[in-house]
């Protein structure tokens, strides 16, 4: 199976059906070297970064509004060796995003804080998979992405209206598999109510909200990846 998804589309997602292998993954296990001396660079520059654990794919495929892929958990040192030397034939990222999106249809969105390894970047809250989110051995995308928006911006999505269909961009990066939130506060109020998150948060990861008004408001530090689903949220007006 390897990697076989259309790039740069959206592509509509009925299933996901991502495993988590319990053997090392090959990235990792020929890597050893090479991942030690790369953190020890990145903990120079960033000294809070912490080598948890994640998962990296060594494979994912997309048919019939399905996605089937296996993953192997990792530590955060090995997936930051692939992120710099991305793309790597054995290996690709994958993330979910909560699309969340306000009463008065804007986009709200965080910046990352300047002690991440994404300092100053702009995407909607969102984490690699950690082992917590398998569930018999299966992605939870739901639990994920409740969890990570929690962590980060104190929103509760239990109280948000979901889409039932999902939707996934795989670009050089990673693929990104997307599920709708509609909030019933409008972006102001979501964001001022995130921005006192952060403010009681004594270690917040996030430096604050960003909103999205529109394809004319686009903030600085966009993830490139976000640019066509902000494009694709406002053409479906």
Known sequence: MAFDIPRNQILPVDVVDVRLDAEPHPFERDNAEAIAANWAAEKA???ALFDGTVVLLSELAYGDNRLTGRCHAIRYSTFMLWRRLKPVTS???????????????KLVAIRMGAH?????????????FEPEDFRDGLVDLDYNMAREVREETGLDLGTASREERCHALSVES???????????ATADEVAAQIARFV???PAP???????I????DLPEGLMPHMRPLVEWHFSRR
């Open 91 to 105: 290996a690709e990222h994958a993330f979910a995003h909560a699309m969340l999106i306000s009463s008065d249809d």
């Open 116 to 128: 991440t390894a994404n300092a100053g970047k702009v995407y909607f809250a969102a984490g690699s």
């Open 213 to 216: 008004r529109g394809m004319d």
């Open 205 to 211: 990861e996030i430096e604050g909200p960003v909103i």
């Open 45 to 47: 520059a960033r000294p």
């Open 174 to 184: 990673g693929t990104a598999i997307v599920r709708c939130y509609r909030l019933a």
């Open 199 to 201: 403010a009681d948060d």
